[in-house]
């Protein structure tokens, strides 16, 4: 039921405006209606407890007074201000102005020290550190707290943590102090020190409303409200003559100046609370920042290979496309003396240097091994290539040898002769020729007469088993090339004559790669490399942002208190999504850093063990960076997202 207004009200009263004005107020859940019908008045200055068993409606009631909850049904009035106007910014800036709260639980920012958590109402509102420093003393001494000021606030009693939370509500000189169940955790003694300093606001002309289910806490009261099932069933009334009250003394001199929102202020200080939340959670920052190293630095070694790699390919390719040209018949040769014809014919035009030959044999079918076949159930498969070349092969590509003379390739002996590449070598487990050392090729023992040092301009030989020219009859014809070594700026001109050279009567079966073949393969080679780069950067950037992103997510969870704290304060929603999306944007910038750094090294690592000449492009560490910043942001979006649409309400009740 819903109790009339009470009878008692002073004549005074009925002429002046309410500080705060309920008229048929519900609020419902599902499943349940916490308020129901309710009309209240509460004049400046009056000291009101508000009682009744659990679930009555208690918390509720306040919490709609204190705009951290909105009713579903009725009109709410500040002064004359309909609260229903009022868009979500505008009542946490009245939310900030009007109200100080103390709760059950004080809910503090453990990390912080007792200063800084004293003047959290401050800083919520944007204002500068100057008159914070000149507020905060005095607000602390006069709660016995001064000597408290440096510690953080983790670490203080529960008395002395709901004692801050009295100079953190009245720090800011509100109008109204709302206190839901303030004693509830504390001893009999705290609890009266609780006491004594409300009726001690409430004398200096503050207006106080507390929550409280102990009626000796409410006898400290001016007035008592016992609610039941969601309604008001009775009311002491006005008991107190409010018209005498004074203003409240607790006003700083320069707060009316200093009060107002300062925007450079807010984002300050929500960067140096961003700042402030890593720095004590170490482990979890530094999780963050070890997710955003591994993608920004994989970015950036992911370039620096890239282009290290496309650098020599190009260079490679540029040399040979500078003074080589190579040629095969569109048939294949039936014989190795055809091959040899066309070498002949071919070191006869003007400008060629020399001339070799190269074929690829089926590494499956030759199946090189250092066993003979059969000596073991399952023999290792050979990943390498196989070849056939002459000395003059080697010769043109560079190449040298640590064992043996190239020239045996030419001289067979009456049988094949092999010569290995360096990791070939080592995969077949050989370590230099000599008498009896052999690798098996077509089921035969073939001797080793020389093993490659330096492949010169061709990368797979390393990784080749080469056998002479002849070595083999051939049964079909065979894809041979023929390599030309040719004088500067030759190619093109020794590339027309080569057909009519080699076959006058059907110069269309010769085919000839020329400079401009070359230098299409180098362009298809970098834009490989690129596309590479594209999509392992994107997936390891990914994972780095959902990692990120999980981890965000869940501190949001950890400090739900914290984030209801400061949106009862008036934290503005958009300043408290910019504290996490900078806390996101720092661990970004500094992964991003780090695995920029560690990216640069690796490339230089691993240029340094392929030989090749490392090459880190200027923008490379930007992008590093910048991937990083990027990143870490959009990783915070979703947690900000969440900590904004929090119901400050609902958090402070779990």
């Known amino acids: 039921m819903k109790a009339a207004l009470p009878s008692r009200e002073s004549s005074g009263h009925a002429k002046r ?216 069933i009775q009311d002491t009334g006005h008991l107190k003559d409010t018209a005498s009250i004074p203003a409240p003394t607790t006003e700083h001199p320069e707060s009316k100046r200093a009060f107002g929102r300062s925007l450079r202020h807010e984002a300050a200080d929500a960067v140096a609370d961003a700042l402030s939340g890593l720095t004590v959670r170490p482990a979890k920052a530094l999780l963050l920042i070890m997710a955003f190293l591994l993608g920004s630095g994989g970015l950036v070694a992911a370039i620096g290979l890239s282009e290290s790699a496309s650098v020599k390919v190009s260079t490679r390719i540029d040399a040979a496309a500078s003074d080589e040209v190579r040629v095969t018949r569109s048939a294949g040769y039936p014989s190795w003396e055809a091959i040899s014809s066309d070498l002949d014919a071919s070191r006869r035009l003007s400008g060629v240097l020399d001339a070799g030959v190269i074929a690829e044999l089926s590494s499956s079918v030759v199946q090189p091994s250092t066993f003979r076949p059969a000596s073991f159930p399952e023999q290792p498969t050979f990943n390498g290539a196989v070849r056939i070349i002459d000395s003059a092969y080697l010769r043109l590509q560079g190449a040298t040898l640590s064992y043996g003379d190239a020239a045996l390739l030419d001289q067979s002996f009456g049988g094949p002769v092999a010569i290995l590449g360096q990791n070939a070598a080592s995969e077949l487990g050989i370590g230099k020729p000599g008498p009896g050392v052999v690798v098996w090729l077509y089921g035969q023992p073939v001797p080793v007469v020389g093993i490659i040092d330096e492949p010169g301009r061709d990368p797979i030989l390393p990784s080749a088993v080469m056998v002479g020219v002849g070595s083999y009859s051939l049964t079909d014809n065979v894809a041979a090339s023929l390599v030309l070594r040719t004088g500067p700026g030759m190619p093109a001109a020794i590339a027309e004559a080569l057909p009519k050279a080699l076959n006058p009567a059907e110069p269309g079966t010769v085919e000839v790669r020329t400079v401009a073949d070359l230098r299409e393969l180098k362009q298809g080679i970098n834009t490989d490399l690129g596309r590479l780069v594209a999509v392992v950067s994107v997936i390891l950037l990914a994972m780095a942002c959902l990692s990120a992103g999980t981890t965000m997510y869940l501190g949001v969870l950890a400090r739900s208190s914290e984030i209801a704290l400061r949106l009862a304060l008036g934290m503005r929603r958009r300043v408290l999504a910019s504290m996490f999306l900078t806390e996101g944007a720092v661990v970004g910038i500094l992964g991003g850093a780090a695995g920029a750094a560690a990216g640069m090294v690796a490339v230089m690592a691993y240029a340094s063990l392929e030989g090749w000449a490392a090459v880190l492009p200027w923008y490379a560490s930007l992008w590093g960076i910048g991937a990083g910043l990027t990143s870490g942001t959009l990783s915070a979006v979703y947690p900000a997202v969440l900590a904004t649409r929090s119901n400050p309400a609902h958090l402070i009740r779990a």
């Open 17 to 232: 405006v309410p500080i705060l004005s309920l008229r048929g107020i519900d609020r419902g859940f599902p499943g349940a209606m916490a308020l129901m019908d309710v009309d209240l008045d509460i004049h400046e200055g009056e000291f009101v407890a508000i009682v009744g068993p659990s679930g009555s409606g208690k918390s509720t009631l306040l919490n709609v007074l204190g705009l951290l909850d909105t009713p579903t049904g009725g009109s709410y009035r500040i002064r004359d201000v309909n609260v229903a106007d009022l868009n979500v910014r505008q009542k946490a800036a009245l939310r900030a102005d009007v109200f100080g709260f103390v709760f059950q639980e004080s809910h503090m920012v453990g990390r912080d020290a007792t200063a800084r958590n004293a003047v959290l109402g401050l800083r919520v509102r944007g204002v500068g550190i100057k008159v914070q420093k000149q507020m905060v003393m005095p607000a602390l001494k006069r709660f016995g707290l001064a000597h408290r000021a440096a510690t953080p606030a983790s670490l203080l009693s529960g008395g002395e943590r709901q004692r801050l939370a009295m100079a953190r509500a009245v720090i800011g000189t509100p109008k109204v102090v709302l206190a839901d169940e303030p004693t509830g955790s504390l001893d009999t003694g705290n609890g009266k020190i609780v006491i004594q300093h409300l009726r001690e606001l409430s004398d200096a002309g503050t207006t106080v409303a507390l929550v409280t289910h102990d009626p000796g806490i409410a006898a400290a009261a001016d007035r008592i409200i016992t609610m039941r099932d969601g309604a008001i």
